[in-house]
């Protein structure tokens, strides 16, 4: 046997060819395909798609600064926030709690399990949607959307949480529970100290997905900017459209910087 012969077998086990990736990465294309014979997508639909829309974006231009306009603009915006942090501070709150009895590491399976079921629940339905069926609950108004922004935020922080606790060093928990201390003790001495940090962190970016989201669920009537951004669309005025986008943008930067900072401070 030469030894080109060896390094090419050599080679060649090492890079094994692996058909079934491969056959699954054509199903995907092959499907994909069909996906978009079955919806109607087409490249003429998509070029007339690109000279509508900058006809639309050509009506946008220049932003409105029209007294009235802003002042509604600025109750909306205020309104926003006011339901992105009131539902994040409940929403984590209550996630704190609902994170540990989910870890699998400090509860037994008969408490862990309908706990995590609960999580699922509530990330299984868009904020939009749980906006809807409050609003027709409790009405119109901000009272909706922060409900549907608590659900929300209880299905998104206490998953994360819950992994995190599940994957943090379990030597500390024990040396706790070597003291005799309490479940709560060990809890508060064992447990927070290790994740709160990224806690926090989920916390932080929590805030910033409601800020967006608290948009969406006023197109449906949870009260906020949202509800003044449909009426913006209903009446045409798309140059005070364009005034809530530009604004909404400011307010999600500015959130993104916030945030950042508030990491920073506790890791």
Not at 112 to 130: D, E, K, N, T
Not at 158 to 179: C, D, G, P
């Amino acid at each position: 046997m030469t030894a080109a012969t060896s390094s090419a077998r050599g080679r060649s086990a090492a890079f094994p060819a692996n058909w079934s990736r491969r056959l699954g990465y054509v199903l995907v294309a092959l499907y994909a395909v069909y996906a978009a014979s079955t919806l109607d997508i087409t490249l003429d639909r998509f070029i007339r798609g690109l000279d509508q829309g900058a006809q639309f974006l050509a009506r946008m231009w220049p932003p409105s600064f029209d007294p009235v306009q802003l002042s509604l603009l600025r109750q909306g915006m205020i309104e926003s926030i006011q339901i992105a942090v009131l539902a994040t501070f409940v929403g984590v709150l209550l996630s704190l709690p609902l994170g540990l009895v989910a870890a699998r590491n400090l509860m037994p399976a008969s408490i862990s399990w309908p706990a995590r079921g609960l999580i699922a629940l509530c990330r299984s339905f868009h904020p939009v949607i749980v906006s809807i069926l409050f609003v027709k609950a409790v009405g119109f108004g901000a009272l909706a959307g922060i409900l549907a922004l608590i659900v929300a935020s209880m299905g998104f922080v206490s998953k994360l949480f819950a992994e995190a606790i599940e994957e943090m060093n379990l030597k500390q928990v024990e040396a706790v529970r070597a003291t005799g201390a309490s479940f709560f003790g060990v809890l508060v001495m064992g447990v927070l100290p290790q994740v709160m940090a990224r806690f926090v962190g989920f916390g932080a970016y929590q805030l910033d997905s409601n800020l967006r989201n608290s948009t969406m669920v006023g197109i449906v009537g949870g009260g906020g900017i949202g509800a003044t951004l449909f009426t913006a669309y209903q009446r045409f005025d798309y140059d005070f459209v364009l005034t809530i986008l530009l604004a909404i943008i400011a307010v999600i930067m500015v959130s993104e910087l916030a945030s950042a900072q508030l990491r920073k401070i506790f890791q």
